[in-house]
Structures are given as C-alpha cells and as structure tokens.
C-alpha cells in the first residue's frame, strides 16, 4: 500500500525555485516528525528537512536559508519549497518519517537543475 507520493520536481535552471509535495494517505504523518531527504547518482541518499510534531524544522547547512518544509494537516500533505536552487541540488527527492521507515519510501521525484 502507498502511503507517501512525491510530486512536483522538474528541470529549473540554476537560481530557480520549486515546491515539492508530499501527499500521505493517514492522518497521522501529519503529526509525527517527517523529513524530506534526496538521493543523487552515486551518492548516498541524504536528509535535507526535518519538521518535528510542534511544527520545529532543521536543516543541514547545505540547504539551510534556501529550503523549507511546512505541511497542511487540511490536505495531509508536506511540502518542501525551495528557493535559489543550484546544480548540486539535482536528485531524486522523498519524503518520509523522521527517522525513516524503510517501508515507507515512495518513487520520489526528480528534481534537475541546470548551470
């Protein structure tokens, strides 16, 4: 069963934006903590947001001021905006619990950017 599906990624140019969505198929991963993480080619697949049950976020350096992930509990959907994108953004996005739960990852959705 599906519970998570990715949406919303696409080829930007460098400086560009984009919000990815995260459409849940429960009410409760509008509740427990959930990150938005990324996977490159050849690389291991990385956490790029956080958000806690209070609503708290995190960000590691590398996305920090540029990203930022919110969610509607009326649409049980989290979203990942992202602003100035760079070349080195480039990836596969998901979402997922924080911490993940293997069972759980989607098809995610790619997210390109050109220099």
């Known amino acids: 069963q599906v519970q998570l599906v990715e949406s919303g990624g696409g080829l930007v140019q460098s400086g560009g934006s984009l919000r990815l969505s995260c459409l849940a198929s429960r009410s409760i991963f509008m509740i427990i903590p959930m990150g938005w993480y990324r996977q490159a080619p050849g690389k291991q697949r990385e956490l790029v947001a956080d958000?806690?049950?209070?609503?708290?976020?995190s960000y590691p350096d590398s996305v920090k001021g540029r990203f930022i992930i919110s969610r509607d509990k009326t649409k049980n959907t989290v979203y990942l905006d992202m602003v100035t994108l760079k070349p080195e953004d480039t990836a596969v996005y998901y979402c997922?619990?924080?911490?993940?739960?293997?069972?759980?990852w989607g098809q995610g959705t790619q997210v390109t950017v050109s220099s």
């Open positions: 958000i806690g049950r209070g609503g708290t976020t």
């Open positions: 997922n619990t924080y911490p993940p739960d293997n069972s759980d």
